[in-house]
């Protein structure tokens, strides 16, 4: 099993693992010069390790890839955005967005956001998507959609992500660098569960796939994105399948871990359309350690909706009627993890 995930184009006309030739970037005027050093180490340290080559242009209306800055979704939530366009399985040009929202100053010689993040990190981090990597969620990399404490540089999925696309550095014999453990405890190895509110139907929608939340974002302009709801584990001995519906009548999503409900609904409700896994969470809350929290599931008579509150003082003020009449306390749903301390990357 690899350790990382390709998006699919990447750059140069060869087939992947192969030279990505010299591939060109600028800073725009939204960002300061400061910020120069940062990126230049992080499009550094991919080529020190594939072979592919950066070269630093003054503008960005001759540049391959272009780094600038704006708002958007305020502090601590998405630090930066990475897109670009291709043609067949070529890329042909990228844009990396950083939030200006996240207060980037320089601090003891680092560029660093108003909560303490390393901008490098996340300039790799971007970068990454940039020359064709997906986010990758199996061990802390920079790659993954977290970030983890633990991590300073490109990490051995990372790399070979980079050289699954094109191919090594010419004569480097330089071995990766050694993953760090994966601790329960510190939620390092679960992956974010993104959250949108459907304005539409004030349905709740749940995914743990940056591609969906990306095209969610891109196509549905009634999806409110609210964030990281929690966050689930690895599939493992100790874990359960958490199974996905949705309903061609009303537009609303339903998520069980109980195989015989999922049969039932399959075989009785013909409107839910059974979508599959849509992920994993803990067999029990013992399984989850002190991170674990257990989901309180609710249906609404009124509109048919369901709700998974994620605290007991959630769960108590929507009994108490804080979220409109009709809702019925159905009972726990299924136990995941609260969301790390890392910052989620976009």
Same mark, same amino acid.
């Given at each position: 099993?690899?350790?990382?995930?390709?998006?699919?184009?990447?750059?140069?006309?060869?087939?992947?693992?192969?030279?990505?030739?010299?591939?060109?970037?600028?800073?725009?005027?939204?960002?300061?010069?400061?910020?120069?050093?940062?990126?230049?180490?992080?499009?550094?340290?991919?080529?020190?390790?594939?072979?592919?080559?950066?070269?630093?242009?003054?503008?960005?209306?001759?540049?391959?890839?272009?780094?600038?800055?704006?708002?958007?979704?305020?502090?601590?939530?998405?630090?930066?955005?990475?897109?670009?366009?291709?043609?067949?399985?070529?890329?042909?040009?990228?844009?990396?967005?950083?939030?200006?929202?996240?207060?980037?100053?320089?601090?003891?010689?680092?560029?660093?956001?108003?909560?303490?993040?390393?901008?490098?990190?996340?300039?790799?981090?971007?970068?990454?998507?940039?020359?064709?990597?997906?986010?990758?969620?199996?061990?802390?990399?920079?790659?993954?959609?977290?970030?983890?404490?633990?991590?300073?540089?490109?990490?051995?999925?990372?790399?070979?992500?980079?050289?699954?696309?094109?191919?090594?550095?010419?004569?480097?014999?330089?071995?990766?660098?050694?993953?760090?453990?994966?601790?329960?405890?510190?939620?390092?190895?679960?992956?974010?569960?993104?959250?949108?509110?459907?304005?539409?139907?004030?349905?709740?929608?749940?995914?743990?796939?940056?591609?969906?939340?990306?095209?969610?974002?891109?196509?549905?302009?009634?999806?409110?994105?609210?964030?990281?709801?929690?966050?689930?584990?690895?599939?493992?001995?100790?874990?359960?399948?958490?199974? &996905? %519906? @949705?309903? /061609?009548? !009303? =537009?609303? $999503?339903?998520?069980?871990?109980? #195989?015989?409900?999922? +049969?039932? *609904?399959?075989?009785?409700?013909?409107?839910?359309?059974?979508?599959?896994?849509?992920?994993?969470?803990?067999?029990?809350?013992?399984?989850?350690?002190?991170?674990?929290?257990?989901?309180? &599931? %609710? @249906?609404? /008579?009124? !509109? =048919?909706? $369901?709700?998974?509150?994620?605290? #007991?003082?959630?769960? +108590?003020? *929507?009994?108490?009627?804080?979220?409109?009449?009709?809702?019925?306390?159905?009972?726990?749903?299924?136990?995941?993890?609260?969301?790390?301390?890392?910052?989620?990357?976009?």
């Amino acid at each position: 099993m690899v350790d990382y995930v390709l998006e699919g184009p990447r750059w140069g006309a060869g087939a992947r693992g192969t030279s990505g030739g010299t591939v060109t970037w600028a800073l725009d005027a939204a960002l300061p010069a400061a910020f120069a050093s940062a990126v230049q180490s992080a499009f550094a340290a991919w080529a020190s390790v594939a072979n592919i080559s950066f070269q630093q242009v003054s503008s960005t209306a001759s540049a391959s890839i272009d780094l600038t800055q704006g708002v958007l979704d305020g502090l601590g939530n998405t630090l930066g955005y990475a897109s670009y366009a291709f043609s067949g399985q070529r890329m042909t040009s990228a844009t990396v967005t950083f939030d200006s929202a996240e207060g980037w100053h320089v601090a003891g010689g680092r560029v660093v956001s108003n909560q303490g993040t390393d901008f490098y990190l996340v300039a790799l981090h971007e970068i990454g998507h940039a020359l064709g990597l997906d986010h990758y969620n199996g061990k802390p990399e920079v790659m993954n959609s977290i970030i983890s404490p633990s991590i300073t540089g490109l990490m051995a999925g990372d790399i070979a992500g980079i050289q699954a696309l094109y191919g090594s550095t010419p004569g480097s014999t330089t071995a990766p660098p050694t993953q760090p453990p994966t601790q329960t405890s510190d939620g390092s190895d679960v992956n974010a569960v993104y959250r949108f509110y459907d304005t539409r139907t004030g349905d709740h929608f749940y995914t743990t796939s940056a591609a969906e939340k990306a095209q969610i974002l891109k196509s549905l302009p009634s999806y409110q994105y609210e964030g990281v709801g929690w966050a689930t584990p690895q599939d493992g001995p100790n874990t359960i399948d958490v199974f &996905r %519906f @949705y309903d /061609t009548k !009303t =537009g609303q $999503h339903f998520f069980t871990t109980d #195989a015989g409900e999922r +049969d039932t *609904i399959i075989k009785t409700l013909p409107s839910y359309h059974y979508e599959g896994v849509a992920f994993e969470a803990y067999a029990s809350p013992a399984a989850a350690g002190t991170g674990g929290v257990t989901l309180e &599931r %609710f @249906y609404n /008579t009124q !509109t =048919g909706l $369901h709700h998974y509150a994620a605290n #007991a003082a959630e769960a +108590d003020a *929507i009994n108490h009627g804080s979220a409109g009449p009709g809702w019925v306390d159905e009972g726990r749903a299924f136990t995941v993890h609260v969301p790390t301390d890392g910052m989620l990357f976009a």
